[in-house]
């Protein structure tokens, strides 16, 4: 044979034995089941009263089996409304242990407790578990899956409540009793919260479901019980406004915050009680508030109201004293009563408007009047004092000293009449009139006319006398009287 035909031989050789190979060569990841058991009816059709878990991929055929049994316990928890947090189930399903696993509530803790002695203690009637193997880099390796089969009977369902109820009760009568205790050792704050734990585990209970009749005889009279000992303690609670009436400016907030002290009223004393929480809210109107305080060691609580009403209307605030609004717990109230009032009826004003016409000084003033009976008209408060023939400082002290808030000071002035006619004149009038603050002691608006926006100050009439009138009226300067009051009263808003 040539050297040319066994090269192909070779070559051909070659070729089919390396296709043989990559025939045989397995996937990477590939998994295979070697047990040969059938799977069982209840694993995809499950009887009634029993649960099936199934547990992840396991390397010991034991680990597969706890973690079976394991999730068929999760089930069942999940199948009786279990109200615990799932951090405390997993805890407890983990450890299979309840000693360590503490919750923030009675119903709460009672049911882990139950979770330990009725679910943690159910076993498998029947396992089935498969063995698989997976192809990896490192080569073959096994694993198993299992599945468990829990019988969870809806007599041991009601089982469940039952025991449940009752050591909620059992451990709700522990903190009424802890809860005197600490009241008789006057340290109410810690004994009524004792009391508020057992009232919350009753709400708790009540959201449970039905309950067996024995069971609904047994709380109803735990929960009489209880309502007379918070009865009597609240009976025995004073609860007093220091300022209860206020008046504030509607769309603001208070000045000085509420106060109110709380006593504990015993053998005809009076002893302060500290550290207890007091709820504000309003019951008529509205605002911002701050909604629960705490008392200090001497029984007095502030609480800041930050808004009241945009409306000049009564507000009524409420205090509660303790810790829940429910039927169970009716709990000592005060009222605060906070009258919303207008910035005008707040704000003592003085009004002094000079008028001189060539260069004499009239009796009284038309701008002056003007001004006062628009003021009126918005309920601003006008001190009826006359400022006359002073400098500006010395007008500021007299405004002072008669009380007021706001000095509102100028002069109206004609300084020249022209005759137009054989019988009309016609002349112009200047109008400056300043706002100033007594209580901040500065000036916070001035108004000089004409001006752009009130160009026209003429009058006109048939005698000088008559032309000075119709100009220093500004019935040419429509609206000036309504745009200086309006202009006001925003300025003394945004600066309350």
Known sequence: MSKKNLSLV???LVILNG??????????GEEIKISSQPLPQWINIKPRGYFVGM???RKE???ARDEALKNAQRL??????VKVASKAIEEVITTGSTKDVLSSDVFSQAQIEVIGK???KVTAEEYYTEKWQRTTFQGIEYFYKSWAKVRFSEEEHQEFIKNTVNKTLSLAKDFVKEGEELIKNEKYASGIDKFVISVNSLHSIEDFGVLPVELSGEIKKFATSLKEKILTFYSKIEIIPINEKITAIAGKGLEEPLKLKVFFKEDNKKKPIGNFPV?????KGEGEIENIKTTDA???VLCNVYKISEKSQENVIEAMVGWSESSLIPSPRAKFIIQGMSPASKTKLVVSIEERILGKKSASSKVEHKIIAKLKEKNFSIISKKIENVSEEEAIQLAKNYGADILIYGSAEISRITKQAERLYSTRSRVIIKIFSLKDGKTLAVFDIPDKKFPDTRGFGLTEQEAAKDALSLRSAEDFFDYLVKKFEEIITIGL
């Open 298 to 300: 001497q029984g007095i």
């Open 76 to 81: 069942i928890i999940e199948s009786l409304g």
């Open 279 to 283: 709820k504000f809210k309003f019951i």
């Open 55 to 57: 547990s992840g991929d």
């Open 118 to 120: 009725n679910i943690l």
């Open 19 to 28: 296709c043989a190979t990559v025939g045989t060569v397995k996937k990477i």
């Open 61 to 63: 055929e034991g680990e």
């Open 10 to 12: 070779f070559i051909s």
